[in-house]
């Protein structure tokens, strides 16, 4: 059974630290019970209660599971690989002593401090991506770090491929999963950054079918695309334009996705995000027209 939940990045929390004021975690969690999810993601640390009671009950409270939290970690620096260890333990200790049975750390690059990465965003080439030795660096981190994680909490590592980073194609993804063991690193799939980095969703479901373990339903606007790449805009700028749009409002054959699932029995948890700056809209409306369109589609 496929249950669904939202993410703190719908409501402009986002781990970029960007200028303009953000809700309260109650008010965020009180809008996700609202309108219709079962599950939320963690966020950036310290936005939501860092004491295990604490969060337990706030979540508890709403009937809400806590089924993940991203962890970004700059992977191709050796000398940053203690911090973002130290960063994946200290929230995946939180995790297991507050939602062990549904929690998954969701490990990233550290997105969008690369400039070059950042100004290619959905037209990455092979000479922008990662040299033999940095591949080695960047792979043995995840890895490393996902290996850490699992002794100690016994919770799973998914690695969020994901726009402005060094894992946005289709080509790098494989190339990771391959230099990986699959016995600590799984997927993260997400539909919205897997279509801007250049791939169709339900052609990598079904080539990295062997290892996803956590899915994001975000939507991709390709008419804001073309827009993007006619005015050469950056990463931040193209979020800022909207690009990852409310869901069934953009590029994305969700239903095709959703039955590409299906067949490959996936019975994990669907997040839907909708990353958006403070200031765009109500969050809360869109979670709302959001929750609507998946039950339109059969979830």
Sequence with gaps: MISIANAPCSWGVLEFGLDGKTDTYEKVLDEMRD?????????????????????????????????GAFVPVNFINPEDHSSG?????????????TDPKHARIVLSDDNGKNPTRTKLTGRIKPEHSLTPEAWKIFASGVEEIAKAVKNETGLDCVFHHHCAGYIETPWEIEKLLDSTSPEYVNLCFDTGHFAFGGGDPVEGLIQFRERIGHVHFKDWSQTLFEEVVEKDLDYFEAVGKGIFCELGKGSIDFRAVLDELRNQNYSGWIVVEQDVLPGMGSPKESAKRNREFLQSIGL
């Design 85 to 97: 260890m130290n960063l994946a333990l200290r929230t995946a200790r939180l995790l297991k002593d």
């Design 35 to 67: 309108t219709g999810y079962l599950g939320t993601e963690l966020g950036d640390w310290g936005f939501m209660p860092s004491e295990p009671v604490q969060l337990k009950a706030e979540l508890n409270q709403r009937t809400l599971n806590l089924v």
